[in-house]
């Protein structure tokens, strides 16, 4: 059975190249456009079981997102990694400590993401 990931970002080029990767790489792939559409998706779709989020998105960030799904029981163990332009320390730090298992900075190399995704879903 295929694993699905959850691609979050506000940027629809960024959305359809990543679901373009993992879909050649065998993953299903379902898309939102910020955090709130994210967590309406998590609601309504197959269990997720890896989430790729940007941080820079309208409505709700990443941060927020993050943040807020950490403290639901139904989603608290997704492993999350970040895909952000925001490469700074801090940034990275903050991802983390909200509970994103991996902070990539963008570009990302397409076969490091998907390894990534592999090494986290065992």
């Given amino acids: 059975m295929s ?3 959850l691609v979050v970002d506000d940027s629809k080029t960024i959305r359809n190249l990543v679901a373009f990767v993992l879909k050649a790489e065998g ?3 379902a898309m939102a456009e910020d955090g709130l ?3 309406e998706k998590l609601s309504t779709i197959d269990p997720v079981d890896l989430i790729l989020s940007d941080i820079n ?3 709700m960030d990443g941060f927020t997102f ?3 799904i950490r403290q639901q029981d ?3 163990d997704i492993p999350i990694i970040v895909l952000s332009t925001e490469g700074q ?3 990275i730090q903050k991802g983390i400590s909200l509970g994103a298992n991996l902070y990539m900075v963008k ?3 397409p076969e490091k993401m998907v390894r990534n995704i592999k090494m986290l879903l065992g």
């Fill in 27 to 29: 993953f299903k792939v």
């Fill in 66 to 68: 993050i943040k807020t």
């Fill in 57 to 59: 998105m309208p409505r």
């Fill in 107 to 109: 570009p990302a190399q």
């Fill in 89 to 91: 320390e801090q940034d």
């Fill in 37 to 39: 559409d994210a967590i």
């Fill in 74 to 76: 139904a989603y608290k």
């Fill in 3 to 5: 694993k699905h990931i």
